[in-house]
């Protein structure tokens, strides 16, 4: 499951405030250049990543620990590690292989396919969190739910009273989530042929199966990218429609979207 996105307002308004006010101050700081060197990184075919010789360059930098100082070579480092799992799919410009935290400092395979695994699930979940409150945010409902607002204003009990097609229609969405989680978004006959491969069996020998080596690759990175950007994604409309001000965040592309989704409906 996703994780929840349940934050305090005022705790939330305070932080963005006080992130505000600091990048305030640091754009009106003096930044004298400074000549450092650094390593910068090209993409190969197969959509994995290699250090290139190192350059020098000019680049603007302000005093002080705004920014720390060395983050660029910190990246680049973090980027051209020797870790075996450097050039795996998603380790790609502009950070490399990014692994701050030392998760994968083991090179442990079953550790590293269960990551890749959840953030590929977290990833396919936010992207339909994504549509999904676009969708409602653009007036769209299926029959049943028509007076429920978008947002976590949906989640107010008093729009789903026992016995209501409402109602209804959340059970049999909660039911039919926990089937796919336990029963079929899942490698369940053990023939994966990468993390996140849930086809069991389905379409052996064609479609996926018949594709070269690098449009596989070049797929699951998109899919990659994608996920991780749905995943901030969502989490930004969270905290916006947590704080109220939603509408001024996508509100001008409301009537792009109802135009968008009704399109695909025709």
């Given at each position: 499951t996703s994780s929840p996105f349940l934050t305090s307002k005022p705790n939330m308004k305070t932080s963005i405030i006080f992130a505000t006010l600091v990048a305030s101050s640091a754009a009106?700081?003096?930044?004298?250049?400074?000549?450092?060197?650094?390593?910068?990184?090209?993409?190969?075919?197969?959509?994995a990543v290699e250090a290139v010789p190192e350059v020098e360059s000019v680049v603007e930098r302000t005093p002080g620990p705004f920014p720390p100082e060395g983050l660029q070579s910190g990246f680049a480092a973090a980027a051209t590690t020797e870790n075996k799992f450097a050039s795996e799919i998603g380790a790609?410009?502009?950070?490399?292989?990014?692994?701050?935290?030392?998760?994968?400092?083991?090179?442990?395979?079953?550790?590293?396919?269960?990551?890749?695994?959840?953030?590929?699930?977290h990833g396919r979940i936010s992207m339909l969190a994504v549509v999904g409150y676009i969708t409602t945010y653009a007036g769209y409902r299926i029959p049943g739910c028509e007076d429920i607002p978008a947002g976590f204003a949906g989640l107010d009990k008093s729009f789903w009273p026992s016995g209501s097609l409402a109602a209804t229609n959340l059970y049999w969405t909660l039911t039919t989530i926990l089937i796919l989680e336990t029963a079929v978004m899942k490698?369940?006959?053990?023939?994966?042929?990468?993390?996140?491969?849930?086809?069991?069996?389905?379409?052996?020998g064609r479609g996926w199966d018949s594709k070269s080596d690098k449009y596989k690759r070049?797929?699951?990175?998109?899919?990659?990218?994608?996920?991780?950007?749905?995943?901030?994604?969502i989490w930004g409309i969270a905290v916006h429609d947590s704080m109220g001000n939603i509408d001024e965040i996508i509100g001008q592309f409301k009537p792009i979207a109802?135009?968008?989704?009704?399109?695909a409906l025709q």
């Open positions: 009106f700081a003096p930044s004298p250049k400074a000549t450092t060197s650094i390593a910068l990184l090209s993409t190969v075919e197969d959509g790609q410009v502009p950070l490399g292989f990014f692994d701050p935290l030392g998760v994968l400092s083991t090179e442990d395979d079953m550790q590293f396919e269960w990551w890749r695994e959840a953030e590929i699930k490698d369940t006959i053990g023939n994966a042929e990468h993390p996140g491969d849930y086809r069991n069996g389905v379409g052996t070049n797929e699951r990175a998109k899919e990659l990218n994608n996920g991780r950007a749905a995943m901030m994604g109802a135009a968008a989704i009704d399109a």
